[in-house]
């Protein structure tokens, strides 16, 4: 498998707390795209971090990336209800395919 | 923001029936995917598709398994025979570029075989 073990999570925070997701691939990449997922839809990228980037922000969520121990994490800092979803990373080898494995997914729920 | 759009949204059929299942990728978009969820289960790759051509495809896209894009319209997926195995949703997803392009994806289409 491309990943480990660890990233099948199922997280419950309250509103207003901070979460960190994790997630190990086993092979190159050269970007990790983080996809959130809302029930019955389709992923939706949320963070694209390169290989040459060590850290990534975009509103209240960050992405980090360490390619020397092949993990990356996703943080949502103040959560709020609607960020309620499974969130997946996926990884990009960089062939001219465009090919995404993703990992199992953390799902992540909100409480008010 | 650009939208993916997949018909129908839910399949029923029985086994050994032909099913193809419908895309409208982003209309600039050059590269496009199919990925399988069983429920539960991460997505999982099988095939994507690029100038009229399969560029890549993974293990589960099986010999009964064909995609094709004629003339710009729908980018289809197409299973005959289905089988018990391919209840899934199946996501679309398209991309202007292929390494390291944002791809948007569309909702789904739920196959259900019986």
């Known amino acids: 498998s491309q990943w480990g073990e660890e990233n099948l999570q199922a997280l419950s925070i309250q509103e207003g707390e901070d979460v960190t997701m994790n997630c190990s691939y086993k092979?190159?990449?050269?970007?990790v795209h983080w996809y959130r997922q809302d029930s019955g839809r389709g992923p939706a990228l949320i963070i694209l971090?390169?290989?040459?980037?060590r850290e990534k922000r975009s509103g209240r969520l960050r992405a980090t990336l360490d390619t020397s121990s092949q993990s990356s994490s996703l943080s949502i800092t103040a959560a709020q209800c609607e960020d309620t979803a499974v969130y997946f990373c996926?990884?990009?080898?960089?062939?001219?395919?465009?090919?995404?494995?993703f990992g199992e997914g953390t799902q992540v729920t909100v409480i008010s | 923001g650009p939208k993916v759009l997949q018909i129908p949204s839910h399949q029923i059929i029985d086994m050994g029936q032909m099913v193809t299942l419908n895309c409208d990728p982003v209309s600039n978009h050059l590269y496009f995917y199919w990925y399988k969820q069983i429920l539960g289960q991460q997505m999982e790759f099988l095939v994507n598709f690029y100038n009229g051509k399969v560029m890549e495809k993974s293990k589960l896209f099986k010999d009964q398994f064909s995609v094709e894009r004629p003339d710009g319209s729908y980018f289809t997926l197409k299973i005959q025979p289905t089988a018990l195995e391919d209840s899934a949703v199946y996501f679309c997803a398209s991309s202007l570029a292929g390494a390291l392009a944002e791809q948007f994806f569309g909702p789904g289409t739920r196959l259900t075989v019986l």
């Open positions: 092979t190159y990449t050269t970007v």
């Open positions: 996926a990884t990009d080898e960089g062939g001219l395919s465009g090919k995404l494995t």
């Open positions: 971090i390169r290989s040459n980037e």
